[in-house]
């Protein structure tokens, strides 16, 4: 079983900053790809940036310049440094981790997310 327990979430005023973490736990033999995504209410949910365990990044264009996705090694936290937040910004962050359990297959796995929300 793996787990994934993100935290950083919270109300910030626009112009300002968060960060993100997302640590994975469990029986696990390697993660190919991490990544956040988000959902605001009433749209689908998006990728908003992703993580290789080389060390490749992607990033949604609505993100690129305010928001980097970084991590110490694969299976230590990854962090999504948010900043110059904008109220667009607002939605449900939820982490995903591309994972090679123990005795599993390989899968994804979701965290259960955590608020962001910008005020004007």
């Known amino acids: 079983q793996v787990q994934l327990v993100e935290s950083g979430g919270g109300l910030v005023q626009a112009g300002g900053s968060l960060r993100l973490s997302c640590a994975a736990s469990g029986r696990i033999f390697s993660i190919n790809r991490m990544a956040w995504h988000r959902q605001a209410p009433g749209k689908q949910r998006e990728l908003v940036a992703a993580?290789?365990?080389?060390?490749?990044?992607d990033y949604a264009d609505s993100v690129k310049g305010r928001f980097t996705i970084s991590k110490d090694n694969v299976k230590n936290p990854v962090y999504l440094q948010m900043n110059s937040l904008k109220p667009e910004d607002t939605a449900v962050y939820y982490c995903?981790?591309?994972?090679?359990?123990?005795?599993?297959?390989?899968?994804?796995?979701w965290g259960q997310g955590t608020q962001v929300t910008v005020s004007s």
């Open positions: 993580i290789t365990g080389d060390g490749s990044t």
């Open positions: 995903y981790a591309d994972v090679l359990a123990i005795g599993a297959a390989q899968r994804g796995y």
